[in-house]
């Protein structure tokens, strides 16, 4: 794991490398994606068909096999415990809570003359969530994708989530279940995405689709945006901790894992004011390494993309976090909220000492889907306003069209488009 310094020469040489987070796609999965999209374009079910007994070695008899019944849904809700159920709903209620805050109004104003402008704010009418299986089953990406569609009044979510050797996770289901998920088909990779966007006999083309994937699945999803939104093409999970070397090292420690523990891309970064910290830091990972289920993962997460910065002083730091705009920030420090404000770059920032932005994940109730790879400069996390589409009003009374044409007319006639200032200047007063 990196050991740096701010204050030592190499240190801007090693921190632009920490910076360097472009992800380039490999040609030939590029390639495949494509023809997986044109394939699912122009054959539909049965091309889904297809790639399920190829891709997830699930032998399934017709399309019509890939749609999960609601009555599974509901059997999944029964059948994963009161516990895990108690904990879905916790945090599912949390979730709705928080981004019922978050929703837009149409609204409009009439000028003195009796001109009338507004916006008028509608739902989209059908969003696609993706949600992985396989190797990673996430419950609380259905919960972080579906309830904030729900919220902004989305009138029908479609659900996909592969299912390897047609296997599926319960407390996948069980969420969808709770969210009220419209339709769930057991589909995945590129060519479940091929299907939202483009439709098939089965599956309905949607506006929008979200929730995480694999590398194939974030490649569908770029070369189909413009036919349909997407929510973000995310990169590997990222945290910084700014400490000021009065938390627990161990606490330190255990929030960098959690994020080394998605995968072997993942960043997971401290930034130190205490140099003495930093190496009680040091010592704490590798004390509780060994006992961590996933410590072959989190090692080469933290020996490739990891690092320890010991900053000089807290403006040294905060130049730093906001260089890096990191998908998760935590502040380990005293008075944490007036810190925050002098944040300009991060996806979620998690304020003080018992703040674990494990909570974030699951059930605090702001949503885990974030800006990644330094996009925190100019995206923001999912939220409702996300499902909406904003159309702007515009109602002039005669009054307002002369006043209103006269300007139009100069401004088109400056441009060259006479038809436009014609139009115009048909309902300007004589």
């Known amino acids: 794991m990196r050991i740096l310094k701010t204050s030592e020469p190499r240190f801007e040489a090693e ?53 999960i019944p609601k009555l599974r849904l509901t059997q999944a809700s029964k059948s994963i415990g009161s516990e895990k159920l108690t904990a879905l709903k916790t945090a599912a ?7 019922e805050k978050q929703k837009i109004e149409s609204w409009r104003y009439t000028e003195a003359d009796g001109t009338v402008l507004g916006q008028q704010v509608t739902a989209l009418a059908c969003v696609g969530l ?42 996948v289901l069980a969420a969808a279940d709770i969210v009220g998920v419209s339709r769930v088909f057991s589909i995945g990779g590129a060519q479940a995405v091929a ?33 349909v939104d997407i929510d973000m093409i995310a ?48 010592a704490a990972i ?18 490739s993309r990891g690092a320890l910065i010991t900053a000089a002083t807290l403006d040294e730091a905060v130049v730093l976090i906001n260089r890096m705009a990191p998908e998760h ?16 770059n991060a996806g979620a920032i998690f304020l003080g000492r018992y703040t674990a932005e494990a909570v974030g994940d699951y059930c605090a109730g702001p949503n885990h889907v974030l800006p990644t790879s330094g996009t925190a400069r100019f995206s923001s996390p999912l939220g409702v306003y996300d499902f909406q589409k904003r159309t702007s009003l515009i ?36």
């Not at 590798?286 to 020996?303: C, F, Q, V």
């Open 15 to 67: 921190f632009a490398r920490l910076l360097d987070r472009a992800q380039s796609v490999d040609s030939n999965i590029e390639v495949t994606v494509k023809a997986i999209i044109a394939n699912v374009s122009a054959r539909g079910d049965d091309a889904l068909v297809e790639y399920t007994r190829r891709f997830d070695r699930h032998d399934v008899a017709s399309a019509a096999a890939l749609e």
């Open 93 to 99: 209620e949390r979730i709705r809570r928080y981004h």
């Open 130 to 171: 993706y949600v992985p299986g396989g190797k990673a089953a996430y419950p609380s990406s259905v919960l972080m994708n579906a309830i904030p569609a729900k919220v902004a009044g989305v009138a029908e979510l479609i659900m996909v989530v592969p299912a390897p050797d047609g296997e599926l996770n319960d407390m």
């Open 195 to 227: 299907a939202l966007a483009y439709g098939t006999a089965m599956v309905p083309k949607v506006d929008k689709i979200v929730g995480p994937g694999n590398v194939y699945v974030a490649t569908a999803k770029r070369l189909v945006f413009g036919l």
């Open 235 to 282: 990169g590997p999970s990222e945290i910084v901790v700014l400490c000021d070397g009065k938390t627990d090292p161990d606490w330190v420690a255990m929030d960098l894992f959690s994020q080394a523990e998605h995968d072997e891309d993942a960043q997971s970064i401290l930034i130190s004011l205490d140099e003495k910290f930093t190496q009680q830091v040091r």
């Open 286 to 303: 590798a004390k509780l390494l060994p006992g961590m289920e996933r410590r072959d993962i989190i090692k080469t997460s933290l020996e």
């Open 329 to 344: 920030l935590e502040l380990s420090v005293d008075d944490a909220p007036a810190l925050a404000q002098r944040v300009r």
């Open 395 to 430: 109602q002039c009374s005669a009054e307002g069209a002369s006043t209103l044409g006269k300007t139009a007319s100069v401004l088109a006639r400056g441009e060259g488009l006479t038809a436009h200032a014609r139009s115009a200047e048909y309902r300007i007063k004589k």
